[in-house]
């Protein structure tokens, strides 16, 4: 009886490990995805910023 319990101490502890490692993964992994977007929001922000600018420069001169 008393080694049944140890092998199941023991199995839990191996599978609780395995499943924090999992969860440690998939976590870096959704902070990584979240970091490009932030990337890519940021880019289309800056982009945006710009075309606004020049069409804003292109409408001014224009009307001048």
């Known amino acids: 009886m008393a080694d049944d319990e140890i092998v199941h101490a023991?199995?839990?502890?191996v599978v609780g490990r395995e499943v924090l490692r999992r969860m440690s993964?998939?976590?870096?992994?959704?902070?990584?995805?979240e970091r490009e977007k932030h990337e890519l929001a940021r880019r289309l922000a800056i982009g945006?910023?710009?075309?606004?600018?020049?069409?804003?420069t292109a409408f001014f001169i224009r009307n001048l």
């Open 10 to 13: 023991g199995t839990r502890r």
């Open 48 to 56: 945006l910023a710009i075309l606004s600018a020049v069409l804003l």
């Open 25 to 33: 993964r998939l976590v870096a992994d959704w902070q990584t995805e």
